[in-house]
């Protein structure tokens, strides 16, 4: 799924209301000025390594600061968004927003139309239906792509290998598989898809041949969802829930993130962004006693301590480190710490490190969405990295 940054109409990150949209093109004289003057930007955002994009716009407009905030994921950041808007202070100058999220805030006009400083002239780096996401009816630029993820198939290889099951690659080996899966171990499901997945179903909505939504005027949209396509839709994934051999758990709770991480689910339907969105596993104890492993992969021993130096090091903190990164205020984000305990005062050795524990999903990010303000934004580019563990590693179709 497609996320853009979007500039909001008012509020932003100052105490300034300003509304004051350009009526014409405004002059590359004027965007150079602007970009050299000293401003701070806010960026609402939950992408992981966003910084790393900032500072590439940083080098290249030293005169501009810019803050990021991760005011959270999903619902919970356009909730704020919309009460800063509708407050009018407290709302950033550049959001990241998933594409979909889009057009409720056109109808509402809190975003800034970029076509007069020249966005039209980015249409050709992005394919039709891309652009097309971030485009009004009347060819505003509410938004500038960052990235598209295209819905697919991830798969657990080692669990179909133990089964003897080949990789679906139609809908009907997708229900085979799921039924002869669950009978050969009723502990494992084919794939969980969750009521509370929007993304995933509008996806196979689209796939169905389905159009759930139509746009008419200013701001009437009608609502299909009982055509034909939807029906079997629906039939078709009703039927293997009432079967019992797919899971239907809300996810992304902690109760689905353990679920994937031990084995319960052989897929995960979803964009290419999803796996950004999982948290690593929680890190393991090691059978024997219950030990943390550090970073040689061995137990390490330490000199018996008795009286002041046992006290000491009882009372002293544990060491901790997060894995993966990231933001503070992103709590579904940040997974149980690992720890080492530190060596005694005694002792010569150096600390310990842990061992981080890596993340068994693929990763990927988002896109942006620009607000009106009379300061000057950009938006950037996202890269994606691949990250497997072992014998719990990912494969996408």
């Not at 057009?103 to 400083?117: A, E, K, Q, S, V």
């Not at 009521?195 to 169905?208: D, P, T």
């Not at 689905?256 to 969105?277: C, H, M, Q, V």
């Not at 934004?377 to 996408?396: V, Y």
């Amino acid at each position: 799924m497609p996320l853009s940054a979007a500039l909001a109409a008012c509020g932003g990150g100052g105490d300034d209301n300003n509304d004051t949209a350009p009526t014409g093109p405004v002059s590359q004289a004027d965007i150079d000025k602007a970009m050299s003057t000293p401003t701070e930007l806010t960026f609402w955002t939950w992408v992981p390594d966003i910084q790393q994009e900032v500072d590439l716009f940083l080098k290249k407009y030293p005169s501009i600061k810019v803050k990021i905030v991760n005011a959270g994921r999903g619902t919970e950041q356009y909730t704020k968004l919309r009460t800063a808007l509708k407050a009018g202070t407290g709302a950033p100058d550049v959001v990241q927003m998933e594409f979909q999220y889009i057009p409720t805030f056109t109808i509402t006009g809190d975003l800034l139309d970029l076509r007069p400083y020249g966005a039209e002239a980015l249409k050709d780096q992005f394919v039709d239906w891309t652009w097309g996401q971030v485009t009004g009816r009347n060819g505003e630029v509410w938004a500038i792509p960052q990235d598209t993820g295209p819905m697919g198939m991830l798969y657990r290889q080692d669990i179909f290998d133990k089964h003897g099951i080949a990789v679906p690659k139609t809908w009907d080996e997708f229900a085979a598989a799921a039924r002869k899966l669950h009978t050969a171990d009723p502990n494992v499901y084919l794939t969980c898809l969750s009521a509370n997945e929007a993304a995933a179903w509008h996806g196979l909505l689209w796939q169905a041949g389905a159009a759930p939504y139509a746009v008419s005027g200013a701001s009437d949209i009608s609502l299909k969802v009982n055509d034909e396509a939807a029906k079997n839709l629906a039939r078709y994934w009703g039927g293997l829930a009432k079967e019992g051999v797919i899971g239907t758990e809300p996810n992304f709770t902690d109760a689905w993130f353990n679920a994937l991480n031990r084995g319960k689910y052989a897929t995960w339907l979803t964009a290419a962004w999803g796996p950004s969105s999982s948290p690593a596993p929680p890190s393991r104890r090691r059978a024997n006693g219950g030990r943390r492993r550090c970073r040689s992969g061995t137990r390490r021993s330490r000199p018996p301590a008795t009286g002041a130096a046992r006290r000491a090091r009882s009372s002293r903190r544990r060491r901790t480190r997060l894995w993966p990164p990231s933001s503070p205020s992103s709590s579904t984000a940040t997974r149980k710490a690992r720890s080492c305990s530190p060596p005694s005062s005694s002792s010569s050795r150096r600390p310990r490190r842990c061992r981080p524990t890596p993340a068994t999903w693929a990763t990927r990010p988002p896109s942006t969405a620009v607000r009106r303000s009379t300061r000057s934004s950009r938006t950037s580019t996202r890269r994606s990295t691949c990250l497997s563990s072992g014998r719990r590693s990912w494969t996408g179709r």
